[in-house]
């Protein structure tokens, strides 16, 4: 059983990680994949874990390399529920991925979430809802995960990593179209630097015009693809084609 220091140590170490991948791919919440790593890798005292494996993600049918998995995979024994209504568990010996560092096993955890086997986890649900999802796709067969989960996330207030991205903030969904509510300057990150007018895209600069210095100024009632989401204290900013405009703030920009 792991000690409080070897929790939070733990915690230390994958919260910046699962941070960063939320901020490049908009779900699931940090919370989620910091409980999800403690219970699969035992706080780090897995066996598991010198392969940089945290997540326990399997092989799969194929050993076809991702972005962030290069193919490496190590053979061990796992525990499979074989009765969902009973929780039986049988040993069997299967793949799993190994990955160079901690943040490649964090970073293909996200990649996989953000796959269309996943697109029922929906961003900007609250990590309850997220969770659920998550079982409902088929991530987990334990009948006891999710509670377990939810558990470490009240236990150890692990929602303080969500960047304030919990169940308060509105649902805006990766894939969705939204209309711009007033006319809105393109910035090349949240709260970065503004896009020129030349750099938009070709749909884009249709429904933009240039400013006296010539950045792109979207026009109000252009419709915009939602690419990605990322929050900033009390802003949501959404990337688009073209690069990120601010979602809400002090009112809402797009509906």
Do not use: H
């Not at 890798?41 to 390399?65: E, F, M, P």
């Not at 096993?105 to 649900?125: D, H, M, P, Q, W």
């Amino acid at each position: 059983m792991a000690t409080t220091e070897q929790k939070k140590l733990f915690i230390n170490r994958i919260a910046p990680l699962a941070q960063k991948a939320y901020r490049q791919f908009g779900k699931p919440l940090p919370s989620i994949c910091i409980a999800m790593a403690a219970v699969e890798c035992n706080w780090g005292l897995a066996g598991s874990c010198k392969y940089n494996s945290y997540l326990g993600q399997k092989v799969g049918t194929g050993k076809t390399a991702t972005k962030y998995w290069g193919g490496k995979y190590f053979n061990a024994r796992t525990k499979e529920v074989t009765n969902q209504s009973t929780g039986q568990l049988k040993t069997i010996r299967d793949n799993f991925r190994a990955y160079d560092n901690a943040e490649q096993c964090i970073f293909n955890y996200y990649e996989l979430l953000n796959t269309s086997l996943y697109k029922r986890v929906i961003a900007g649900s609250s990590y309850k809802d997220q969770m659920q999802q998550i079982k409902s796709c088929g991530y987990m067969t334990s009948i006891t995960e999710v509670n377990t989960c939810l558990n470490i996330i009240s236990q150890n207030n692990l929602t303080q990593y969500d960047d304030g991205s919990g169940e308060e903030k509105t649902n805006y969904i990766i894939g969705r179209n939204y209309t711009l509510q007033s006319n809105m300057y393109v910035r090349e990150s949240p709260r970065g630097k503004k896009k020129p007018y030349s750099e938009l895209s070709i749909n884009a600069k249709k429904n933009a015009k240039r400013d006296s210095e010539g950045n792109g100024i979207l026009n109000k009632g252009t419709i915009v693809t939602c690419k990605g989401i990322e929050y900033r204290e009390k802003e949501i900013w959404i990337k688009i084609p073209s690069g990120y405009i601010c979602a809400e703030g002090a009112k809402k920009y797009i509906m």
